[in-house]
C-alpha cells in the first residue's frame, strides 16, 4: 500500500524513520483513525477539531491547516484505491539527537506519517445480520488525560488482549464503580427504553461515532442522557452498546459471560442502526 511520511507519498517498504524519534521512544505524539466510505472522508471536520485538541494538548503545531490535511488525506484514499478504507494518522514530536525528556530545543520538525487499511463495512444493508459481540468489564488502569488521543496505549493493549484471551471483543472499562468506556470504544447502555452514555470528560476520549450517535438520537426523538452509569447498571442494562469509527454501533449481547437483555441485539439497538446506517448512505453513498 501507499504510505504518507514527511510530505512525500511512498511504498509502505520505503517508508524510514529514526530510532530517535520520540513516538519510538516516549510514545511522545497522537493519532487519528479516520474511516473512509466509498472514498468519502467520514465526518473529517469533527476528526481534524479533536487532532486540533490532541496536538495542543501536547503543545504540538498543528503542521497543516484543515484544507491541507483534507488535501493530503484525500490523496492517500486515492492512492489505495478509494472504497472503504480506514485511514490511520499520526504525529509525533520528531526526532531530536538527544534522548531526554524534555522537548527538543530548539524544536525538531514533527514525524506526520498516514496510512491506510481495509474497512469492512460493519452493519452493510442489514442490521439483522449482525450478532453482537461479547465484552469483559475490567478496572480501568489508564491514566487522568483518557481525552487526549495519544499514541501512549499499552494499558488499552492490555486491557483489550485481557479482552481476548477470555474469548471477548471489547474491555469496558470501570473506574470508581462506574463505567468510562471501552479500551477503543465508547459504550452506551439502555434500561426501560431510556439510552445512557457517560459524559465528556477527561476519563474518556469523546468518540466522534459518539457523537454522531448521540446527534442522532436527539434527531430521531430517541431518549437518550450523558449520565454516569455505575457499574451495578451496567449489569442490569437491557442493552449495552460499544461505538467506534472503525466498528460503528455494535450491540454487545454478552457481558462477563451473561446475557445482556436476552442475549440478542436490542430493539433500540436495531432502530439507531437504522438512523446510522441512513446517514452514512446520505453522506457517502454506502
Ligand atoms: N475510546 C477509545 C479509548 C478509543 O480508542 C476509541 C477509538 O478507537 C474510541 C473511544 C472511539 O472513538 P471514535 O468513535 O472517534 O473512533
Not at 25 to 47: K, M, Q, S, T
Not at 150 to 165: D, F, M, T, V
Not at 233 to 253: F, K, M, N, Q, Y
Request: proline share 6%.
Amino acid at each position: 500500500s501507499t504510505v504518507y511520511l514527511n510530505g512525500a507519498f511512498m511504498a509502505m517498504e520505503q517508508a524510514r524513520i529514526s530510532p530517535m524519534d520520540r513516538g519510538f521512544l516516549f510514545a511522545d505524539g497522537v493519532y487519528e483513525v479516520i474511516p473512509a466510505f466509498n472514498g468519502v472522508l467520514f465526518r473529517f471536520e469533527e476528526h481534524l477539531r479533536r487532532l486540533e485538541r490532541s496536538l495542543s494538548a501536547l503543545y504540538l503545531i498543528n503542521p497543516h491547516d484543515r484544507a491541507g490535511w483534507r488535501r493530503r488525506c484525500q490523496e492517500l484514499i486515492q492512492r489505495n484505491g478509494g472504497g472503504n478504507l480506514s485511514l490511520y494518522l499520526q504525529i509525533t514530536r520528531g526526532a531530536a539527537d538527544k534522548r531526554d525528556h524534555a522537548f527538543p530545543d530548539p524544536p525538531v520538525p514533527p514525524t506526520v506519517f498516514m496510512s491506510t487499511a481495509p474497512l469492512t463495512v460493519p452493519a452493510a444493508d442489514s442490521p439483522d445480520q449482525i450478532t453482537g459481540a461479547a465484552a469483559i468489564t475490567l478496572d480501568d488502569i489508564r491514566w487522568a488525560r483518557c481525552d487526549i488521543k495519544s499514541i501512549s496505549l499499552l494499558p488499552n493493549i492490555l486491557l483489550r488482549q485481557q479482552a481476548i484471551a477470555s474469548g471477548a471483543r471489547e474491555a469496558i472499562l470501570i473506574h470508581d464503580g462506574f463505567v468510562t468506556e471501552g479500551a477503543a470504544s465508547n459504550v452506551f447502555i439502555v434500561k426501560d427504553g431510556e439510552i445512557a452514555t457517560p459524559p465528556a470528560s477527561h476519563a474518556i476520549l469523546g468518540g466522534i461515532t459518539r457523537d454522531l450517535i448521540i446527534e442522532l438520537c436527539r434527531e430521531q426523538d430517541l431518549p437518550l442522557r450523558e449520565r454516569e452509569i455505575s457499574e451495578a447498571e451496567l449489569g442490569d442494562a437491557d442493552e449495552v452498546w460499544i461505538s467506534s469509527s472503525t466498528r460503528d454501533v455494535v450491540p454487545v449481547v454478552s457481558l462477563d459471560g451473561r446475557p445482556v437483555g436476552d442475549g440478542r441485539p436490542g430493539e433500540t439497538w436495531k432502530i439507531l442502526a437504522r438512523h446510522y446506517i441512513a446517514f452514512k448512505r446520505r453522506l457517502c453513498g454506502v
